[in-house]
């Protein structure tokens, strides 16, 4: 299991003295600490009885990355894999340490892809110096000795011992500068299909989330903030609940919120229900979905737009092509809906604040704890807790941190548990962005794709999140999955005459970073559009791609991968006297290559059931194959809600949708059987978490099509009826 | 002091009546395994047995229930997490961020208690638990393969042998 870190594991056993307020808690075996063995180095730390400790500075929120992480240091430093647990380094550490850990943001798919080369030579610089020191105990040189599973051999002497025999030894050794990587194919626990290293714990209810967590003396607060974006608390009549049972305090939260402080937190959420709270709501009050939609539209026609992509004369072939294809596509707000909701534990002095909370990024929850503390980052500390989901939500903004930090410094000395009501969540999110998208195809006479403009409109999180880099108007962002090359997120066909451009329009609603980015609406738009090319064009809808891919034989032979799995071409076998339709879609994001074919029917009646779906991945190295297919099925949840059913729609200036009655998500029983094939070409690596979500919709939306006629472009599903005339 | 027959054990609690079980359990007797999602019955993070029905606390006021009804909650489900919903979960790796996986872990006890051999349309019926990590293919794997027995064949996944780590 992951331990928790230092100071909240002295909080955790002072709080096991304290009596049944933890029972439940699983309290971190003494052994397992860090500190009762000098770490080899700040990857690695090796107990005396061989128990190997694997730092990660990455978050796991589900995604398998602290597993997959180990595996690459537990790689390279040869040690016996039934004995590796891990833990976290908090940000303070790694800020006081000069950055050891490097960055701890979690997030673009990036656990593994942006750390393996450092995560392995910390593995092999720990491996060297543990045989160093039993080569100098022996006096042999160490290119003599050998290691496997963390027994250390001397074939010529016959001696042998282990790394926890020479670890304390190992530990004094200088760090080596000279270190060689083992080439992938060598590669024994990297690239296997491994058993998660936290699995147990969550199938028996000891697995501690942030929403879970108990110090002693802890207070819980429930909070509310002004329904409306951008409206601001005026006042609150704290006297008319103060009698209620439990209720220790109401405080003003920033200017936009107040919170109750209570014993419990069922008593805190009671107590806030009833308070009486006058709100300034603010400028947006009036603002309904339709301005949304139309001050979106009329970026359509905008003559200001920032160009992402060009070559050739698009507007130029357009006008004088032989025939001319425009459609407009329309994605909507969406709402992460992490199963826990937001929320964080918080201690505030005058000298010091610690907070516990579930993060994807510890160091930024740094920042903003100091910034609301009022107090220098080196005074702060940050215990990243297990997530009960991410999807982004939990990375670039900390909102929640900041607001347990001022509910906390209201409470010197009081730590105070801050967790949101669901519906506290699912009106104060930050949202997917909302976008529409006119794509405009011109063909010439033997129906031959010569131009294409992808002219988006819409919201900008960059503009929202990290408004500093957006320079000249341009989120580059936006453009994600639509680059001219690179290894990122590129444009994965080739046409003469191409234009993208995106005219920024920013609703006052916030906007996040959510699970697949733009990649999601970028690839719907893309994919469903060449879809309607082909078919108002009668080309088959793999021929018509192949044809605008011969500079893209990545992005082809995962397309070719479903394609021939599926038997494309060939009618799917009908299911329950229903005739089975297919749909492709491809792309490129998060430095992967997917693709995916969907099987879909559509009965009489216009009840859609998806029943397979073949997808492919390439991402250059596969760390553990069975966690890929388990993020690309996960993928296709996240996805595929999004398109039946995601939507938050602004009534008032506020978000319409509270709970999952009005936000509902796919459930078990509209779950379509999945085929994951991993096709790791080697050399890159490429992120698993998130770009398959954006070949999910495209992949249905287009054998919904086939099956129907009927070609959805404005999203969610449950806008449409498929029912046949 | 109201008492509360919980995993085997009478407890008692000084919660308001009107509070429901889940939080009862979460905070009045440090049960944090069973999980608020939703609070309106949607979800099923909080879902728990009582007298071995499948029930979602986060909607059920403490003061509903009888003095003699028997609580399970994922805590009490075995004594050491070898029930066989709970070794097929582990078998297939099933969890991802794992916050719904108690309460999923317990609609799918009582089904199997219910149905011994449930059909994709039964598992559908009773597992109405939300995932949003989309862990619902190796949920079903894993109901089927505690039905069964064995481990399915869907997934290839290595274990390694931790009992000595």
Redesign the interface.
């Not at chain 1, 929120?61 to 398998?64: I, L, P, R, Y």
């Given at each position: 299991m992951t331990t928790i870190g230092l100071v909240s594991r002295r909080e955790f056993i002072a709080s096991a003295a304290a009596g049944?307020?933890?029972?439940?808690?699983h309290i971190p075996a003494l052994a397992q600490q860090a500190g009762t063995t000098p770490e080899i180095n700040a990857w690695v730390v090796v107990q005396p009885d061989d128990?190997v400790i694997v730092r990660i500075a990455r978050s796991e929120?589900?995604?398998?990355t602290l597993t997959g992480l180990a595996q690459l240091v537990a790689e390279e430093l040869e040690c016996d894999?039934?004995?590796?647990?891990t833990e976290y380094p908090t940000p303070a550490q790694n800020l006081a340490r000069n950055r050891v850990w490097g960055n701890f943001s979690t997030g673009g798919s990036r656990g593994i892809r942006d750390s393996h080369d450092y995560v392995r030579k910390g593995g092999a610089a720990a491996r060297l110096m543990l045989v160093q020191a039993a080569a100098d105990e022996w006096k042999v040189p160490a290119a003599e000795c050998r290691v496997d599973k963390g027994v250390i051999t001397h074939a010529a002497s016959g001696r042998r011992t282990s790394y926890g025999k020479v670890a304390a030894a190992a530990a004094r050794i200088k760090p080596p500068t000279d270190i060689v990587l083992k080439d992938p194919k060598d590669w024994k626990l990297a690239g296997?299909?491994?058993?998660?290293l936290?699995?147990?714990?969550?199938?028996?209810?000891?697995?501690?989330?942030g929403?879970?967590l108990?110090l002693p003396g802890m207070l819980?607060a429930a909070i509310r903030a002004c329904p409306v974006f951008g409206g601001k608390l005026k006042s609150f009549d704290a006297a008319a609940i103060a009698a209620r049972?439990g209720v220790k305090k109401v405080v003003p939260v920033g200017d936009s919120a107040v919170a109750v402080v209570a014993e419990?937190?069922?008593?805190a959420k009671t107590a806030l229900d009833a308070l009486p709270i006058d709100w300034d709501f603010g400028p947006n009050l009036r603002v309904q979905d339709a301005d949304v939609t139309a001050m979106l539209k009329a970026g359509l026609d905008a003559e200001q737009a920032a160009v992402g992509n060009s070559n050739g004369d698009a507007r130029a072939a357009l006008a004088s092509a032989a025939r001319r294809i425009d459609a407009v596509y329309a994605y909507p707000h969406q709402n992460h809906?992490?199963?826990?909701?937001m929320n964080a534990t918080a201690k505030w002095t005058a000298e010091r604040c610690e907070v516990w909370t579930p993060t994807q990024n510890g160091e930024a929850a740094l920042a903003a704890t100091a910034e609301a503390a009022g107090l220098k980052p080196s005074q702060c500390e940050v215990y990243k807790i297990?997530?009960?989901?991410?999807?982004g939500r939990r990375g670039a903004v900390h909102d929640w941190v900041t607001q347990a930090v001022q509910i906390a410094r209201q409470l010197p000395g009081t730590p105070v548990k801050l967790?949101w009501?669901?519906e506290e969540d699912m009106t104060h999110g930050r949202y997917h962005p909302v976008m529409q998208c006119r794509l405009s195809a011109g063909l010439d006479a033997q129906n031959k794709l010569t131009a294409l403009h992808m002219r988006l409109s819409g919201q900008s999180i960059l503009a929202g999140v990290f408004p500093q880099n957006v320079r000249d108007g341009k989120d580059p962002v936006t453009f994600q999955g639509l680059n001219a090359g690179g290894a990122e997120a590129a444009f994965g066909y080739s046409v003469t005459n191409l234009l993208i451009d995106h005219a920024m329009r920013n609703p006052h609603v916030p906007p996040g970073f959510w699970r697949g980015v733009n990649l999601n609406q970028n690839t719907i738009f893309v994919e469903c559009f060449l879809d309607e090319v082909a078919h108002a064009t009668k080309q088959d809808p793999l021929e018509l791609r192949r044809s605008l891919m011969q500079g893209h034989p990545k992005n082809r032979a995962v397309l070719d991968a479903v394609a021939e799995r599926v038997g494309w071409g060939k009618p799917a076998p009908d299911v329950g006297g229903q005739k089975v339709y297919r749909g492709l879609a491809q792309t490129h994001g998060f430095g992967s290559y997917v693709a995916a074919c969907a099987e879909v029917s559509v009965d009489a009646a216009g009840d859609l059931r998806i029943h397979r779906i073949v997808a492919a991945t390439d991402c250059g190295h596969a760390v553990n194959p069975?966690?890929i297919?388990?993020q690309v099925?996960?993928?296709?949840?996240?996805g595929l809600?999004a398109m039946l059913y995601g939507a938050c729609t602004v009534k008032d200036g506020r978000i319409a949708q509270t709970?999952?009655?009005t936000y509902p998500?796919?459930?078990?029983?509209e779950?379509p059987?999945?085929e994951t094939i991993v096709i790791p070409s080697g050399g890159f690596w490429g992120g698993v978490g998130e770009p398959t979500i954006a070949v999910a919709a495209p992949a249905v939306l287009n054998a919904i099509f086939a099956a129907t006629g009927l070609r959805i472009r404005e999203l969610p599903l449950s806008r449409h009826s498929l029912k046949r005339a | 002091m109201p008492e509360l027959h919980v995993n085997g054990s009478v407890r008692q609690h000084d919660?308001?009546p009107d509070?429901?079980l889940l939080?009862v359990l979460?905070?009045?007797?440090?049960?944090?395994?069973?999980?608020?999602?939703?609070?309106?019955a949607?979800?099923g993070?909080c879902t728990v047995h009582i007298d071995g029905t499948a029930i979602r606390s986060c909607a059920l006021p403490v003061s509903a229930l009888q003095p003699g009804q028997k609580i399970v909650?994922?805590?009490g489900l075995s004594a050491t997490?070898d029930h066989p919903v709970?070794k097929a979960?582990?078998e297939h790796?099933?969890?991802?961020?794992?916050?719904?996986?108690?309460g999923m872990?317990m609609a799918a006890a009582a089904l199997l208690k219910d149905k011994p051999q449930p059909s994709d349309a039964d598992?559908?019926?009773a597992?109405?638990?939300?995932?949003?990590?989309?862990?619902?293919?190796?949920?079903?794997a894993a109901i089927k393969a505690a039905a069964g027995g064995k481990r399915s064949a869907e997934?290839?996944?290595?274990?390694?042998?931790?009992s000595?780590?």
């Open positions: 049944s307020l933890t029972v439940g808690f128990r929120m589900g995604q398998g894999w039934a004995k590796v647990s296997k299909p491994l058993a998660r936290d699995t147990v714990d969550k199938t028996t209810g000891r697995q501690i989330y929403a879970d108990r819980n049972r419990t937190w069922w008593q809906a992490t199963m826990e909701p297990h997530l009960g989901g991410g999807f967790l009501s669901r069975q966690q297919a388990a099925e996960g993928s296709f949840v996240y809600s709970n999952f009655d998500v796919m459930r078990i029983n779950m059987k999945v | 919660a308001e509070t429901p939080w979460r905070e009045q007797l440090g049960l944090t395994g069973t999980k608020y999602g939703c609070g309106i949607q979800c993070s909650t994922i805590e997490g709970q979960w582990v790796d099933v969890p991802q961020c794992g916050y719904c996986q108690s872990i598992i559908n019926a597992m109405t638990n939300i995932c949003r990590c989309g862990t619902y293919n190796r949920v079903r997934a290839i996944i290595i274990h390694a042998d931790r000595a780590a």
